[in-house]
């Protein structure tokens, strides 16, 4: 057992029965001219976690965990993307068009891959989600019981919308999910401070937080 000096105390966990769950750093997220971008973000402020979350995918295949990269991406005829998340924004370029980093948001485009620093590696598990939470219309629930995981180190972005979403339906599910607060980023630096309270208040009602260097040294 591994045991993380975290928030609102500390997280025990086994690396057998843990998976790294990074959401989303796909290049529509991250890269200008992708759906962030679309949306009118500054992209920018998502670049920084990427040297983190390529430490944290290391350290968990170096010690045998589960990695699993979500991506948040649509079947090319768009079936599975509900009109409604279509319309949202009113954007002129938006989901199922095509723009500077190919359909958006679309399965097999080049702005629906990976960032190239965080490219999924033999033994990882790429999972493709049409919603903003990684379990909705999803298989993951019975990956996760399959490979007989209950723990959940969580990254990825946006932290209050894909990240937050998957780490409520997690809990929900009873996983213990620690959010490790570097890894994670948002658009709205204030938004991504706001959820990290949000997840650790109340005893830990929605998991708890650390950053990645105690995750580190829970296996110095
Ligand atoms: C968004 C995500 N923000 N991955 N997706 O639409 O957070």
Redesign the pocket.
């Known amino acids: 057992m591994k045991t993380i000096a975290a928030r609102p105390y500390e997280y025990t966990f086994d690396p057998a029965h843990t998976a790294v769950v990074m959401?989303?750093m796909q290049r529509d997220?991250l890269e200008p001219g992708g759906?962030?971008a679309m949306l009118g973000n500054d992209v920018s402020q998502l670049a920084g976690i990427v040297p983190a979350c390529a430490r944290l995918l290391a350290l968990a295949r170096a010690q045998g965990m589960t990695v699993i990269h979500t991506q948040?991406a649509h079947d090319p005829q768009l079936a599975d993307c509900p009109p409604a998340k279509r319309a949202r924004g009113r954007l002129e370029c938006g989901i199922g068009d095509r723009g500077p980093l190919g359909r958006v948001l679309v399965e097999g485009e080049p702005g629906a891959w990976f960032v190239s620093e965080l490219l999924p590696q033999p033994g990882d598990i790429v999972l493709r989600k049409p919603g903003?939470g990684a379990f909705h219309a999803t298989g993951l629930d019975a990956i996760l019981h399959g490979r007989g995981i209950t723990h959940l180190l969580i990254g990825?972005?946006?932290t209050e919308?894909?990240?937050q979403t998957t780490m409520r339906e997690a809990n929900d599910r009873g996983y213990d999910c620690l959010l490790v607060t570097d890894c994670t980023a948002s658009y709205f630096p204030a938004f991504h401070a706001a959820v990290v309270e949000m997840v650790v208040a109340q005893g830990g009602i929605v998991g708890w937080a650390a950053p990645l260097a105690a995750v580190e040294a829970a296996f110095a």
């Open positions: 959401i989303d997220f759906f962030g948040e903003k990825g972005v946006t919308v894909c990240v």
